[in-house]
């Protein structure tokens, strides 16, 4: 069973540990982690969510992302979901913080609430995709799509993404601004 730090309306630690699915269907504030990858080509690494999660399967998503479990820090589950869902190593010196934003979804008719604030992190890197190991319960399919590209869709809020669009629309122009 994995636990997660109950947060408060300001994203401060209350104390309270809680097991994730108890979070979920009380819709309780708790931190996630989102890490984007962008290769030297200005491509953005996106995943296709298994059709098997409970929320948003089979839509497209940043490369990884994951509950921060307690005890752990944002930056060591940073790393810990690429390995694991993307089956490659990611020196934490290569995986740079970028923000924090907050995000409210309700599944199920109610019964699972993603109430989150993402610590959303980039790493800039030239990983070929025959390189990733992909985790087959989390993972359905990987592709490279460019920066413009991925802008498009989120502009005219594709129904194919996962709907994080005021996350995505903020990495889009900061990744312009990098670029």
């Known amino acids: 069973m994995e636990f997660v730090d109950v947060l408060d309306e300001n994203g401060n630690m209350t104390g309270a540990v809680k097991p994730r699915k108890a979070v979920h ?34 839509l497209w998503d940043i490369a990884c992302a994951g509950h921060i479990t307690h005890g752990d820090t944002s930056l060591e589950t940073a790393e810990k979901e690429i390995a694991e869902e993307l089956g490659v190593h990611i020196s934490p010196s290569e995986i740079r913080f970028l923000f924090s934003i907050r995000s409210c979804y309700s599944h199920h008719r109610g019964l699972l609430t993603d109430n989150e604030l993402h610590d959303v992190y980039l ?39 996962v709907p994080h669009f005021d996350e995505f629309e903020k990495m889009c122009r900061l990744l312009s601004d990098m670029t």
């Open 25 to 58: 269907r009380s819709g309780e504030l708790h931190r996630t982690v989102h890490v984007w990858i962008m290769n030297s080509y200005k491509e953005l690494l996106l995943q296709k969510r298994a059709k098997t999660k409970n929320t948003h399967p089979g």
């Open 123 to 161: 790493v800039i890197k030239d990983i070929p995709l025959l390189d990733f190991v992909i985790q087959a319960e989390e993972v359905e399919d990987l592709m490279y799509m460019t920066l413009s590209d991925f802008r498009n869709k989120v502009q005219s809020k594709d129904s194919d993404l």
